[in-house]
């Protein structure tokens, strides 16, 4: 029954992924990946994860693609215009390439992972966040680094759409 669990809840998460790539509404973007977000944490509950689970929930979720909405809707956006269409199709060739090598680069990196890797985080405590702290801060330290860098650029971002529109 489990491992029909986690193959819906990642089925779901794979759809919602694309849908929120692949949709022209910003708005259905953000409520996408606010499922494929849901999709996660039932992943990560399955898989022993509970820490993570509800850090998905109350984080990602709860505030973070709130925010997201908060922002398309205070700058009105309606629909991406033109996205492959017409004025800069060199930008969209490059973006098309980085896309598959990442996705091809991710693809790698998973089938190299360990199959106990879900089981068990580096630590003594058990249960608690000490062991994903430590984790983060050992050796996954450049994972860590590289979100906080993608979390600026998004700021970043977000205040060149608003002054654009002044």
């Not at 692949?22 to 399955?46: D, G, K």
């Amino acid at each position: 029954m489990l491992s029909w669990i986690f193959l819906t809840a990642s089925v779901f998460a794979v759809l919602f992924a694309l849908v929120a790539v692949a949709h022209r509404s910003p708005i259905i973007n953000v409520l996408s990946l606010v499922m494929m977000f849901f999709c996660m944490a039932v992943v990560f509950a399955l898989i022993g994860m509970d820490f993570l689970a509800a850090v998905q929930i109350i984080v990602y979720s709860g505030a973070v693609l709130v925010l997201f909405l908060f922002v398309i809707m205070l700058l009105n956006l309606k629909k991406a215009e033109g996205l492959g269409k017409g004025g800069r199709p060199l930008q969209f060739a490059l973006g098309a390439i980085a896309a598959i090598a990442a996705g091809t680069g991710l693809v790698v990196a998973a089938s190299r992972l360990d199959s106990t890797f879900g089981a068990s985080l580096p630590g003594s405590e058990a249960g608690t966040a000490f062991p994903i702290g430590e984790a983060l801060v050992g050796s996954h330290l450049f994972a860590f680094e590289f979100i906080s860098f993608l979390l600026v650029a998004a700021i970043i971002g977000a205040i060149y759409l608003s002054r654009r529109e002044a």
